[in-house]
């Protein structure tokens, strides 16, 4: 006869450590601070530090804003701390997502350079933020493929399934007060 023995009836609680928010955040309201695990519906960015992009920047937020519903893209005000910040830089484009409509993105001007287009790039970095992977290599057709589509793609809108698994991600997310 074989005896059991069940061991850990109490299981000990696991603490996680989300990622530390650092750094000095200018004038953000308190009852900004306690968020939920779930994504904004409104986005803010701010593309000022996106030099010769900041129309393109414009035109991509505006595309998703166009393509979606779940989610929106607004510019930042001054002064207001933004969930997206756009730099432009010498590198090749691309983003550094936080969590879901957070990050920073990066329009390399190595592939303007080469002829890709800036609304294109743009558009497909945001669409990291929202949470999309790269298609790599893909169709002209998808916005997640990026540069694999070559530069004479200029397409900046998402396909169908991109813009479905954008809805999919911000489902349930905070709707404005
Ligand atoms: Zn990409």
């Known amino acids: 006869m074989r005896v059991r023995t069940l061991t850990g009836g109490l299981a000990a609680a696991l603490v996680m450590a989300g990622p530390a928010l650092t750094g000095p955040v200018a004038a953000v309201p308190s009852a900004d601070s306690a968020r939920p695990l779930v994504a904004d519906r409104v986005l803010t960015y701010d593309a000022r530090a996106a030099a010769e992009f900041r129309t393109a920047v414009d035109r991509g937020?505006?595309?998703?804003?166009?393509?979606?519903?779940?989610?929106?893209?607004?510019p930042a005000a001054d002064g207001e701390g933004a969930d997206i910040q756009v730099v432009a830089d010498d590198g090749w484009p691309r983003s550094l997502p936080g969590s879901l409509g957070r990050g920073t993105v990066?329009?390399?001007?190595?592939?303007?350079?080469?002829?890709h287009?800036?609304?294109?790039?743009?558009?497909?970095?945001?669409?990291?933020?929202l949470g999309l992977p790269d298609r790599k290599p893909g169709p002209c057709s998808s916005l997640m493929s990026g540069a694999s589509a070559g530069t004479s793609c200029t397409n900046a809108y998402p396909n169908a399934a991109e813009k479905a698994q954008v809805e999919k991600?911000?489902?349930?997310?905070d709707a404005p007060v």
Not at 61 to 74: H, P
Not at 117 to 128: D, I, K, Y
């Open 106 to 115: 990066y329009i390399g001007r190595q592939a303007i350079d080469q002829g």
């Open 117 to 129: 287009s800036t609304v294109r790039v743009t558009a497909h970095e945001l669409g990291h933020v």
């Open 61 to 74: 937020a505006a595309i998703w804003n166009e393509s979606v519903d779940g989610v929106e893209l607004r």
């Open 169 to 173: 991600n911000f489902e349930g997310a």
